[in-house]
Nanobody
Framework: QVQLAESGGGLVQAGGSLRLSCAVSGLSFRSYFMGWFRQAPGKEREFVAAISWGAATTNYAETVKGRFTISRDNAKNMATLQMNSLKPEDTAVYYC????????????WGQGTQVTVSS
């Protein structure tokens, strides 16, 4: 059974930092692109960041570029999202997802972790 479990969300003041983790089991982790998405209340889910199989390639939404860093540890089956200089508009439920073919079609999703940034 494939499981993606996010952790690390919480409440932080604007300008602060959080580090999200995604623990993956039940699939060959190193064979999947990993992505982070978020969904704010009343808004559609949006792409945040993605990382290729061997971490050679990363991609970020313009809204988080320079503030967020995606990484992965293939030995631990873990993906992380380091979020710095957080803004109130970063408030959302954050999801990690796994993409087998690296073409932006995500096959598996986690349950999400809430991030709230206060002003």
């Amino acid at each position: 059974q494939v499981q993606l479990a996010e952790s690390g969300g919480g409440l932080v003041q604007a300008g602060g930092s959080l580090r999200l983790s995604c623990a993956v089991s039940g699939l060959s982790f190193r064979s999947y692109f990993m992505g982070w998405f978020r969904q704010a209340p009343g808004k559609e889910r949006e792409f945040v960041a993605a990382i290729s199989w061997g971490a050679a390639t990363t991609n970020y939404a313009e809204t988080v570029k320079g503030r967020f860093t995606i990484s992965r540890d293939n030995a631990k089956n873990m993906a992380t999202l380091q979020m710095n200089s957080l803004k109130p508009e970063d408030t959302a439920v954050y999801y990690c997802a796994a993409d087998r073919n690296g073409v932006g079609h995500y096959d598996y999703w986690g349950q999400g972790t809430q991030v709230t940034v206060s002003s």
